[in-house]
Nanobody, 115 residues
Framework: QVQLVESGGGSVQPGGSLTLSCTVS????????MFWFRQRPGKGVEWVSS????????HYADAVKGRFTTSRDVAKNTLYLYMRDLRPEDTAVYYC????????RGQGTQVAVSA
C-alpha cells in the first residue's frame, strides 16, 4: 500500500528556513519521479519541485528557484524539501506526490511565513 506522510511544517519569520520531509512506504522513493506541490490560501494546487527517477536531476518553479532544494535519502526512503529565505507568499500547505498520479499524494504539511 502506497503511503506518503509529510512533516516538518510550521510557522517561521520571513527570511527563515524549514526542511519538509516526506516519508514513504509501499514503494522505493528512488524508483519514481517525486514531486512537491503546494496550495496557497485561496489558490489552486501548484507545482513546486520535482526530482527525476534515476539521475536525481531536480527541477523548480521560478518562484522558488534558488531558495528551495529537493533531495531524497534512499536509506530512509524519504523525500526532502529544504526551504530558505522564506517569504510570506510561500505560506501554503505542501504536499509530496509519487509520480504523476494525483491519488498518490500525501495529506500535506502547513507552512506559515509571517513577521
Amino acid at each position: 500500500q502506497v503511503q506518503l506522510v509529510e512533516s516538518g511544517g510550521g510557522s517561521v519569520q520571513p527570511g527563515g528556513s524549514l526542511t519538509l520531509s516526506c516519508t514513504v512506504s509501499g514503494f522505493i522513493v528512488s524508483h519514481y519521479p517525486m514531486f512537491w506541490f503546494r496550495q496557497r490560501p485561496g489558490k489552486g494546487v501548484e507545482w513546486v519541485s520535482s526530482i527525476n527517477m534515476g539521475d536525481d536531476v531536480t527541477h523548480y518553479a521560478d518562484a522558488v528557484k534558488g531558495r528551495f532544494t529537493t533531495s531524497r535519502d534512499v536509506a530512509k526512503n524519504t523525500l526532502y524539501l529544504y526551504m530558505r529565505d522564506l517569504r510570506p507568499e510561500d505560506t501554503a500547505v505542501y504536499y509530496c506526490q509519487k509520480g504523476d498520479n494525483e491519488s498518490d499524494r500525501g495529506q500535506g504539511t502547513q507552512v506559515a511565513v509571517s513577521a
